[in-house]
């Protein structure tokens, strides 16, 4: 691995401290060689700021090995960040989902840590905010997210999803952040499980389906105590895998006794999986998996949500222009 790595201007903000040592990598031609340009510490004055991003703002690099001490600062800085007119949605997108990966990240780590679950919160709360105000994070986050399946890119891609599809139904911000925590944690429960079940490239027996099936109770335990999260949140991680027709797990529920949180997640979770390239399987692409939700998996979701979810993805001036009779999915009030 290289001793450097590229970052985007989009996350230094002029008039503080700078938590890491900024680099220039020589310009194209030159042999690779990396010079300080700003130390850890040294304050970034707005000439700086414009110098650095104006002239050299595609040479900008980090030392790998501050990777970690660059996602703090804008996680730190996460509201300035997504306030700041100057930077692009792209640029926020960036940041919100690298951000969250390393949110979760520490969590799978640490899950008992209370700091860890604030953490959460707080990147919740600011992504809301930014999805609330800024039309075009839609194309912006989808167009930044990680399409390797992994627990922790697959809840930060479903969080990302849910709060994007939960704008389009037009829930309210506190019913957005529900669903963005809720899948955010969805699958913490999977760190109950064997690895080498969680893991496994290809299909797995009968006995290891049934451990990981425990998965959506074993995150309720690991969950339920914590007052920072909130029960219609939980309502997501116990019931994801709960089909319409009665079909699914831990319970059988069907239908609309099924919180309409949990209906969600269970079309957003099935569309994340079969998107993402997985141990055992190449991504499918995104027309092809609505395709296969619709017609080869029959009884597992809402029909109407699902048919909501295919007009949400689908291209943007469509959305925008209902045709005549087309009804906006309507749903009773979350409680
Ligand atoms: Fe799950
Ligand atoms: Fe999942």
């Keep these: 691995m290289s001793e450097y790595i590229s970052i985007s201007g989009g996350a230094l903000l002029e008039g503080t ?39 050299h703002a595609d040479r900008l690099c980090i030392a790998t090995g501050d990777i970690d001490k660059y996602i703090e600062y804008q996680e730190k800085n996460l509201k300035t960040i997504l306030s700041d007119d100057n930077k692009s949605t792209r640029e926020k997108s960036g940041v919100v989902y690298q951000v969250a990966t390393k949110v979760v990240t520490d969590l799978l780590e640490n899950p008992k840590s209370g700091r ?55 829930f309210k911000e506190d019913e957005l952040a529900r669903i963005g925590s809720g899948m955010l944690l969805h699958d913490i429960g999977k760190l109950s499980i064997p690895l080498n079940v969680v893991n496994k490239p290809g299909h797995l027996t009968g006995e290891e389906f049934k451990a990981m099936k425990k998965h959506p109770k074993a995150g309720l335990e690991i969950l339920e105590h914590r007052s920072s999260v909130n029960v219609l949140s939980l309502k997501i991680v116990i019931q994801h895998h709960e089909n319409y027709d009665g079909s699914g797990y831990p319970y059988g529920i069907k239908g609309e006794d099924i919180h309409l949180f949990a209906r969600i997640a269970r079309i957003i979770d099935a569309y994340d999986a079969m998107t993402s390239k997985r141990s055992y399987a190449e991504p499918m692409r995104p027309f092809a998996v609505l395709a296969e939700m ?24 469509q959305r925008k222009k209902r045709r005549n009779g087309d009804t906006v999915y309507s749903f009773p009030s979350v409680k």
């Design 116 to 170: 860890n679950m604030e953490r959460i919160s707080e990147w919740v709360t600011q992504t809301v905010g930014h999805i609330v105000d800024d039309d075009d994070t839609f194309s912006g986050l989808l167009g930044v997210s990680s399409k390797d399946y992994q627990i922790y890119t697959h809840s930060v891609n479903t969080s990302v999803l849910g709060l994007l599809f939960g704008k389009h139904l037009s």
């Design 17 to 55: 401290g700078v938590e890491f040592d900024l680099f220039l990598r020589a310009a194209a031609g030159e042999a690779s060689n990396y010079v300080l340009y700003c130390r850890e510490g040294e304050e970034l004055s707005p000439e700086r700021r414009e110098d650095l991003l104006g002239k």
């Design 294 to 317: 619709k017609n080869k998996m029959p009884g597992c979701f809402d029909e109407k949500l699902l048919r909501e979810f295919i007009y949400f993805l689908g291209p943007k001036d």
